[in-house]
């Protein structure tokens, strides 16, 4: 076991490398340049296809061709520069090829800033692209998290023949953090039945995303979402931490979960019983570990790097409102702020002050929630 | 008297009855389906020279098309070859992805005017400044055909479209866009020539065009071509006949059929 110090965005591309991808399509953004640097001279190295496209539109539709091909294609970017992509996200969901998609965040709407941010949640777990689907959208919290659902993206990316993507924020592709690689996987050359290769004896395969029939459109809608809820039943992933006991939960994702278990520990310490709740996947959401967990607590508060995104989310899940903290622009919740926001103060403040000032603690466990399917 | 029979008999079969050599068949590389394309277009006879210069080639099983939106949007219906079809204008894009991760085949787009000279302009202009080892057909009929006939960046001056009711104005609305002109300077680029279909001598000369163009990514030499003026008597408002007419007497002049860079 070898653990080394490694940049976010060189390690999340270092580790698609080593899950066996084949070839790379990319554009440079900030923050999330370095994996295009990084894989400029990695992927040639080992004989793999790397290329800047002329623009994200070019990248993604190269990824669309490659990925048609049956290879493991993926790119990356961020935030403005997964708009431009969303045109090739849909078709590729559409004609049911995997791929792999970092999107690692930055301040918006606009050219916004090259801060922090996770304001794109709404973009990427709601369709990522025109069209009903949803992507396999999984958010890490670390360096080595994110090199471990990187190493696991292909895998899902072929076996739901979907789109899988990675969604981190400007602190996780610009932090340094020790990191245990997975070995470099090798790959049997094994050509999926779909994949374009020449019509060699056989009759020609197609992949298209246009059916021109309503009839036949619907019927690829319904086996999508077939897929979908078959995504949904496996692929939920999350963590908790110091929730057995909790009076009080703290919900939050990616770089603000890592802050949120800071805050969980600060305020233990000053003897309140505050645990965490961290969706690792986000789309699908794990809706009833979360359910479960919000019948045991007294209060709900939810912590983003945008206006409260999730929290539409988990209060769909929850069945009434929640708390929140939100930041903005590239501003980073500290541990201190997400503890201050707790709604249910320490006992010793509230005997010492009569009352904490707070809102009124929400009894979420005496409310009804509806879990979603 | 029996008709006279232009080409020798070579062999007989034990009736008497000649062995005729088949001079024209359908092509392997084409289905034997109904198109889409509206009567006097030229899109089936484009359709047709590309498989035969791909059956001629022997690249049946090596090629891989994509297929672009417009007319030709159901292009991978009509081809007997593993085929996509890419977003508006991306068909470039989409077949560098299939080029790089796949060398050893064959990869061709073909794409309309509006698809290629307008919304892909970005696409084609990069992969030709990286000598995407592609071939791409490009077919311009001064339309969008498929949305009913609007103004394409290609259409001639003073052109009535259902979107340039007044004409096409130079002056408010631009100038038509010289594709394989404006690619020609380019080092990436080893092949890039404009014909046409509108007479039976021009549709020989079109197929040694797009022969070429193929040979010409066989060799590795580059990007390679072929911009095609194809009739739509449809959108045009005119008789089949009459269409073939307009490209002959209004488009070539806008137009001009030739070669713009020829490599190896």
């Known amino acids: ?373 | 008297m029996p008709p006279v029979l232009e080409r020798p008999i070579e062999n007989q079969t034990n009736n008497g009855s000649p062995v005729l050599e088949p001079v024209y068949c359908f092509p392997d590389s084409l289905r034997d389906v109904h198109t889409h394309y509206c009567p006097g277009c030229t899109h089936g006879t484009i359709h047709r020279l590309v498989a035969e210069v791909i059956d001629e080639l022997g690249i049946r099983e090596r090629t891989l098309m994509v297929a672009p939106v417009g007319c030709a949007v159901f292009a991978y219906e009509y081809f007997n070859l593993d085929s996509c079809e890419a977003a508006h204008g991306r068909a470039p894009a989409m077949a560098t992805g299939l080029k790089r991760v796949l060398p050893d085949q064959i990869v061709f787009t073909y794409q309309g005017d509006g698809d290629l000279a307008s919304i892909g302009t970005n696409e084609i202009i990069h992969a030709a400044a990286r000598g995407e080892k592609i071939t791409v057909i490009f077919v311009n009929n001064a339309v969008y055909g498929m949305t009913g006939g609007q103004m394409a960046p290609t259409s001639l001056p003073g052109q009535v479209t259902s979107s340039s009711p007044a004409g096409r104005n130079p002056a408010i609305q631009g100038h038509p866009i010289h594709i394989p002109e404006m690619l020609a300077g380019m080092p990436g680029v080893a092949y890039a020539v404009r014909r046409s279909v509108h007479s039976v001598a021009e549709i020989r000369k079109t197929k040694k065009a797009i022969r070429q163009a193929f040979q010409t990514q066989l060799d590795g030499l580059g990007l390679s071509i072929v911009e095609i003026l194809s009739s739509c008597p449809t959108n045009w408002r005119m008789d089949p006949a009459g269409a073939l007419d307009f490209i002959r007497d209004q488009m070539v002049p806008v137009f001009p059929l030739g070669d713009f860079k020829v490599i190896g």
Request: glycine content about 10%; overall charge negative.
């Open chain 1, 1 to 373: 076991m070898t653990i080394k110090l490694w940049k976010g965005n060189e390690a999340i591309a270092e580790a698609a490398v080593r899950a066996g991808a084949d070839a790379y399509f990319g554009y440079p953004i900030t923050p999330q340049t370095e994996l295009l640097e990084y894989l400029s001279s990695r992927m040639p190295a080992l004989g793999r296809v790397f290329l800047q496209a002329e623009s994200e539109i070019g990248a993604i539709h190269m990824v669309y061709g490659a990925a048609s091909a049956g290879k493991r294609a993926f790119t990356t970017s961020s935030s403005p520069g997964i708009s431009l992509m969303q045109e090739g996200l849909s078709y590729i969901a559409a004609s049911e090829v995997p791929c792999v998609l970092v999107d690692i965040m930055r301040g918006g709407p606009g050219l916004g800033n090259i801060q922090p941010s996770q304001a794109d949640y709404f973009q990427m777990t709601r369709s990522a692209g025109h069209g009903d689907y949803h992507p396999l959208v999984l958010a890490p919290a670390t360096v080595q998290e994110a090199v471990d659902l990187m190493s696991i993206s292909f895998d899902l990316a072929f076996l739901y023949r979907h789109l899988v993507v990675l969604l981190a924020d400007g602190i996780l592709g610009q932090m340094m953090e020790p990191v245990e690689m997975p070995p470099l996987r090798t790959l049997e050359d094994q050509m999926p039945g779909w994949a374009l290769t020449g019509a060699v004896g056989r009759p020609p395969r197609n992949i298209t995303s246009l059916y021109l029939g309503a009839e036949q459109l619907e019927g690829l809608n319904l086996r999508l979402q077939a897929k979908l809820a078959q995504i949904a039943a496996y692929e939920q992933r999350w963590e908790s931490y110091r929730t057995d006991d909790a009076e009080q939960l703290i919900v939050a994702f990616g770089t603000v979960g890592r802050i949120a278990r800071s805050a969980v520990d600060q305020a233990r310490e000053q003897g309140q019983r505050v645990g965490l709740f961290r969706p690792i996947s986000l789309w699908p959401f794990p809706a009833q570990p979360l359910a479960q967990l919000s019948r045991h607590v007294d209060s709900i508060l939810v912590v983003e790097m945008n206006a409260g995104q999730m929290r539409e989310d988990v209060e769909r899940i929850v069945g009434g409102p929640v708390h929140f903290l939100g930041r903005m622009g590239g501003m980073i919740p500290t541990p201190e702020e997400i503890v201050e926001a707790l709604p249910m103060k320490p006992k010793a403040q509230v005997h010492r002050n009569g009352s904490n000032g707070a809102a009124p603690v929400k009894r979420i466990k005496e409310r009804s929630y509806a879990p979603s399917a």
